[in-house]
T-cell receptor
Framework: EIVMTQSPATLSVSPGERVTLSCRAS??????LAWYQQKPGQAPRLLMY???TRATDIPARFSGSGSGTDFTLTISSLQSEDFAVYYC??????????FGQGTKLEIK | QVQLVQSGGEVRKPGASVKVSCKAS????????ISWVRQAPGQGLDWMGW????????SIAQKFQGRVTLTTDPATNTFYMELRSLRPDDTAIYYC?????????WGQGTLITVSS
């Protein structure tokens, strides 16, 4: 199965800052990479699919890039509502559609 | 609007089984599969399997094979995930999600607690 590795595990940032989260696949997943945001007590929310396409109603401050094995999610200017855990997931090879272990964005 | 409404939380003893339901509405059901994902307390997301509402084909992650059965009732647009031989480490929130791929709409989650 494809192993997804996210870094860092935790990121302490201030509102207004630009932040980049990384996700690496153990083998190529082409552009079949999604990003999710999860807040405490809530289900995950799809942010990005196809590595760089924003899902419905996702603000333009979120952008994604990469293909093959290396991917990034960038938030251009962090808002208070963006502090959450972010997961990447590959949907190129299954089963299973594997998730990364998550990156927690916390307020500095 | 797309909605996935899951059944309520359950408590089970080790060795027992549990069946979680997920009622879908607001879209053409046959156009999308349903994935099941679980999340242990304080942990990440773990993809369990997928079912097609069109032909009822399923794909189950190897770690769950033999213990998980995914089914669907087309008459009520309801999907089910049954997990057998429960262990304490199966304690988790279980989510269903519309699998376009990737999963774009999620249920609210069902907490399954396994404890003696």
């Amino acid at each position: 199965e494809i192993v997804m590795t996210q870094s860092p595990a935790t990121l302490s940032v201030s509102p207004g800052e630009r932040v980049t989260l990384s996700c690496r696949a153990s083998q190529s997943v082409s552009s079949d990479l999604a990003w999710y945001q999860q807040k405490p007590g809530q289900a995950p929310r799809l942010l990005m699919y196809g590595a760089s396409t924003r899902a419905t109603d996702i603000p333009a401050r979120f952008s994604g890039s990469g293909s093959g094995t290396d991917f990034t999610l960038t938030i251009s200017s962090l808002q208070s509502e963006d502090f959450a855990v972010y997961y990447c997931q590959q949907y190129n090879d299954w089963p299973p559609y594997t998730f990364g272990q998550g990156t927690k964005l916390e307020i500095k | 609007q797309v909605q996935l409404v899951q059944s309520g939380g359950e408590v089970r003893k080790p060795g027992a089984s549990v069946k979680v339901s997920c009622k879908a509405s607001g879209y053409i059901i046959n156009f999308y599969g349903i994935s099941w994902v679980r999340q242990a307390p304080g942990q990440g997301l773990d993809w369990m399997g997928w079912i097609s509402p069109k032909n009822h084909n399923t794909s189950i992650a190897q770690k769950f094979q033999g213990r998980v059965t995914l089914t669907t009732d087309p008459a009520t647009n309801t999907f089910y995930m049954e997990l057998r031989s429960l262990r304490p480490d199966d304690t988790a929130i279980y989510y269903c999600a519309r699998a376009s791929q990737p999963a774009d709409y999620w249920g609210q989650g069902t907490l399954i607690t396994v404890s003696s």
